[in-house]
């Protein structure tokens, strides 16, 4: 794959010293302990660990759909938790998700025209002819011709195709960054491939960065620039993605490459 080497420009999003607690049974929780990122135009962030190590908390308080109890988030600088809500409404715009369930992501009374109208009605940038606006963003995620995908139901469409939609609306809103939660979860080795690639091409074409949260550090090494390695609310290892995964210096993340190449030599 293309599109890693890169150098990054100054930070489009940055969390400085982030953390979370939440009351589970009268029991405190912190899910996030002290994290620290950044993530520039065109650059992708991995942020990888198992399910319970805190980094789809990290992605929620990166997008502003939670508030940490402690720390900094800043786009462009510029301080999102001492923002009123209209403005945090508009900034956020910047940033957009791609959640891991499709399924689950889209209103099904609503066509995929209806979708995509919805998200262009945010993008600040106006274009005269929506119409063929939205043909043009079908047919880069690869649903083709995209004529024929704008009056169908995302119940129509199929895990992948779903999933290129939910990116074809995260691009519609002309986003600054993308932050993908498990965005292959349950998806076979072609749709994988496809999916990244297609992420990788419009970067390249948009300039967009990425936080791609996966418990999958072998798809990190593919894809990413650099890997930021979570265990327990705490980031333990980060640095550029074949250093990190190369030459793993924490146990835990050593264990995170064994478990992923195991099956890679056996095959």
């Known amino acids: 794959m293309s599109g890693k080497n890169r150098t990054p420009p100054s930070p489009i999003l940055e969390l400085r010293n982030v953390s979370k607690i939440y009351n589970r049974g009268g029991i405190p929780n912190r899910a996030v302990d002290g994290v620290s990122l950044k993530i520039s135009a065109g650059e992708t962030v991995a942020l990888v660990g198992e399910s319970g190590s805190g980094k789809t908390s990290v992605s929620r308080i990166a997008l502003g759909l939670v508030r940490p109890d402690e720390g900094e988030v800043l786009l462009h600088g510029q301080s999102l938790l001492t923002m009123d809500k ?5 900034k956020r715009l910047a940033m957009q998700p791609v959640f891991q369930d499709s399924g689950a992501a889209f209103n099904p009374r609503r066509t995929i025209q209806q979708i995509l109208d919805q998200a262009l009605d945010a993008n600040p940038i106006q274009v005269a002819d929506r119409y063929k606006r939205k043909v043009e963003l079908l047919d880069s995620v690869r649903l083709s011709p995209g004529d024929d ?9 199929s895990g992948g195709q779903r999933q290129r939609l939910a990116i074809a609306r995260a691009v519609a809103a002309g986003p600054e960054l993308i932050v ?3 965005p292959l979860s349950g998806a076979d080795v072609t749709i994988r491939g496809q999916v990244l690639n297609l992420l990788i091409d419009l970067q390249l074409s948009n300039q967009l960065g990425y936080l791609f949260v996966t418990h999958d550090i072998a798809i990190a090494r593919a894809f990413a620039h650099r890997v930021v390695v ?18 793993p210096r924490h146990d835990y993340t050593k264990r995170l490459v064994a478990s992923a190449f195991r099956f890679v030599d056996a095959a």
């Open 86 to 90: 209209q403005t945090l409404r508009r």
């Open 149 to 157: 995908y704008l009056r169908r139901f995302p119940h129509e469409l």
């Open 180 to 182: 993908a939660d498990e």
């Open 230 to 247: 979570m265990y327990k609310g705490r980031i333990v290892e980060e640095g550029p993605a074949e250093e990190v995964v190369g030459n």
